[in-house]
T-cell receptor, first 113, second 112 residues
């Protein structure tokens, strides 16, 4: 049974720092991995989707990497800003064609001005 | 990007009443939608898969008679929490599947 874990659960950094969020999964036979952002009391916004054949994806100040063999993904945020404060969730699909996602517990990030 | 809406965004009800939550894909047709539940400071847990024109499939431990799902059209799925109790208070989020999943803004349910 696939399990997704995110460490740390919470992170507080001063503005401008580069930071890394971690996501690990127990079954390396994943089809893709997705990172989401969730603001308090809001829905999810997709940040990056990495296919199983890819090693990384970049969007602006965000870079997500994927190492299937070790069951890990990282989300790198460069030059963090207070507006980056949110909960970041990673998720993997249960199978290739159902669309069902298994989510990690999330990392709540606070970027202090 | 694709837009998914939910209505209402927030609802407070008395114990024993039923509450209906709507999930709409605004600019695309979705044969499959998903319903998730999120408790405070916890992650999303998949409740059920809503299939247009057929019965929903529920995850283990989710009571189908408690959480009624109807996917009557390609743009609308509804989740009805029947005979709601305080323990049903939670944040309910839907998603609609196209090339990827697009999530709604969520519905906060508080049962008194």
């Amino acid at each position: 049974k696939q399990e997704v874990t995110q460490i740390p659960a919470a992170l507080s950094v001063p503005e401008g720092e580069n930071l890394v969020l971690n996501c690990s999964f127990t079954d390396s036979a994943i089809y893709n991995l997705q990172w989401f952002r969730q603001d308090p009391g809001k829905g999810l916004t997709s940040l990056l989707l990495i296919q199983s054949s890819q090693r990384e994806q970049t969007s602006g100040r965000l870079n997500a990497s994927l190492d299937k063999s070790s069951g890990r993904s990282t989300l790198y945020i460069a030059a963090s800003q207070p507006g980056d404060s949110a909960t970041y969730l990673c998720a993997v699909p249960i199978s290739s064609n159902t669309g069902k996602l298994i989510f990690g517990q999330g990392t709540t990030l606070q970027v202090k001005p | 990007g694709a837009v998914v809406s939910q209505h209402p965004s927030r609802v407070i009800c008395k114990s024993g009443t039923s509450v209906k939550i709507e999930c709409r894909s605004l600019d695309f047709q979705a044969t499959t939608m998903f319903w998730y539940r999120q408790f405070p400071k916890q992650s999303l847990m998949l409740m059920a898969t809503s299939n247009e024109g057929s019965k929903a499939t529920y995850e283990q431990g989710v009571e189908k008679d408690k959480f009624l799902i109807n996917h009557a059209s390609l743009t609308l799925s509804t989740l009805t929490v029947t005979s709601a109790h305080p323990e049903d208070s939670s944040f309910y989020i839907c998603s609609a599947k196209r090339e990827t999943q697009y999530f709604g803004p969520g519905t906060r349910l508080l049962v008194l």
